[in-house]
């Protein structure tokens, strides 16, 4: 019997469990999916419980459910190491030994070090988060609704604020701050242009050179020197590898993702994939994103099957079919195939893509209920669901 282990239960985790549990009665496999939570977030859509009314409920799998199905044990525990040497798992109440493992916990909201935002932030990790978001913006009236980062969430979580007031009728000041000089980071300077666009259609201000300087009972101070009273803060500025992958000593990038070599190996029983695995690809690492997630996922399960059956594994090959920036009132943009788009398409791409992708049947109708549901209420706003 061999022992394998799949640390997290995200996109690559679970795209690794569905490939080795078809080979667990034929090869013997003892297959064990650890995940700190019991349940697994379809992370895509968490922006859409704000503004489009998705129910958080229905983004989420129930993983010892899952994991029956897939012929494998479930351990609901956060993992506190990984001995690639001497091949165990710690957690927070086991150690577990396993002949392959699987790293794919993703990634999780960077606060930097700093504890104060950490306690005093809303963030977006989970369905659980968007529930606590959800939760504050209908129990308590701010003044302010700041949304940290200019990346992709924060983009979403800000239209979708906007979109959240719309249907309410009110007209709350929402602003995007970004430490560095633009939005978007690397993306092509049409795409920068064509959001900023829409964000000043939507009313949103955006600050960009700037930070959080300090928060205190919701006054917030910019490293600038603005202060803005009784404030909503919710975290985007960036992501990091879990913990136990930071105390690794591996090579890794500057957000803690472990570098893996062709096949995605770290070592020769050690797997990355996702957001936890830094892949090199023209020369630079291939960025976070759902599509190579779960390819990624899919080769790391082959090459575990591959090498038990002593066969040669299979190179990762990247095939990038493109990403889309989605905003809440369906001025979308993106690359597909190649080609630059904006509007309404790449927001029917966007949401085509998630139902596909949803972990089930009951999702998947639950999502596009509520999706029509949201059209139906901002056609005719008195319109009973």
């Known amino acids: 019997m061999k022992k394998i282990l799949i640390i997290g239960a995200g996109f690559a985790g679970l795209s690794s469990l569905a490939v080795l549990s078809k080979f667990s009665k034929s090869l013997d496999l003892k297959i064990t999916l650890i995940n700190d939570k019991s349940d697994s977030s379809f992370l895509p859509m968490l922006p859409d419980c704000l503004g489009r009314g998705i129910n958080p409920k229905n983004l989420v799998c129930d993983l010892e459910v899952l994991s029956k199905k897939n012929n494998s ?7 506190l190491g990984v001995d690639l040497i001497n091949k165990q798992v710690k957690t927070a ?52 609704y700041l949304v940290v980062g200019g990346g992709y969430t924060g983009i979403e979580v800000a239209t979708n604020l906007r979109s959240y007031f719309k249907k309410r009728g009110l007209n709350k000041r929402i602003t995007i701050i970004e430490r560095a000089p633009s939005i978007l980071g690397p993306l092509p300077e049409w795409m920068k242009d064509y959001v900023l666009d829409n964000l000043r259609r939507l009313g949103i201000d955006i600050f960009t050179n700037s930070g959080i300087d300090a928060i205190e009972n919701g006054k917030v101070r910019l490293a600038d020197g603005r202060i803005f009273e009784n404030s909503m803060l ?15 000593k591996v090579e890794k990038n500057p957000q803690g993702r472990i570098k893996v070599d062709e096949y995605l190996r770290v070592n020769g029983n050690c797997f990355a994939a996702g957001d936890a695995g830094f892949f090199v690809y023209k020369d630079n690492f291939l960025r976070m994103a759902v599509q190579f997630a779960i390819k990624q996922g899919v080769c790391a399960g082959i090459n575990i099957v591959n090498n038990i059956k002593g066969k040669n594994l299979v190179k990762y090959k990247p095939l990038d079919f493109g990403y889309i920036i989605p905003m809440a009132n369906n001025r979308s943009c993106g690359i597909i195939l190649g080609i630059n788009i904006g509007g309404l398409f790449p927001t029917f791409m966007h949401y085509f893509m998630c139902i596909y992708r949803s972990c089930n049947f009951r999702n998947r109708i639950g999502i596009l209920s509520d999706l029509i549901g949201s059209s139906l209420k901002r056609k005719y706003p008195n319109y009973k669901i």
Not at 73 to 79: E, I, L, M, P, Y
Not at 121 to 139: E, R, W
Not at 234 to 248: E, T
């Open 234 to 248: 919710i975290w985007a500025a960036g992501v990091r590898a879990a913990d136990y992958i930071q105390n690794l």
């Open 73 to 79: 044990n479930f351990v609901k525990d956060r993992v």
């Open 93 to 144: 109440t086991l150690m577990l030994d396993y002949d392959f493992l699987v790293i794919a916990s993703g990634s999780e909201t960077n606060f930097y070090g700093n504890t104060k935002i950490k306690e005093n932030a809303f963030k977006l990790d989970d369905a659980h988060d968007a529930s606590l978001i959800i939760k504050a913006l209908q129990n308590k009236p701010y003044d302010n």
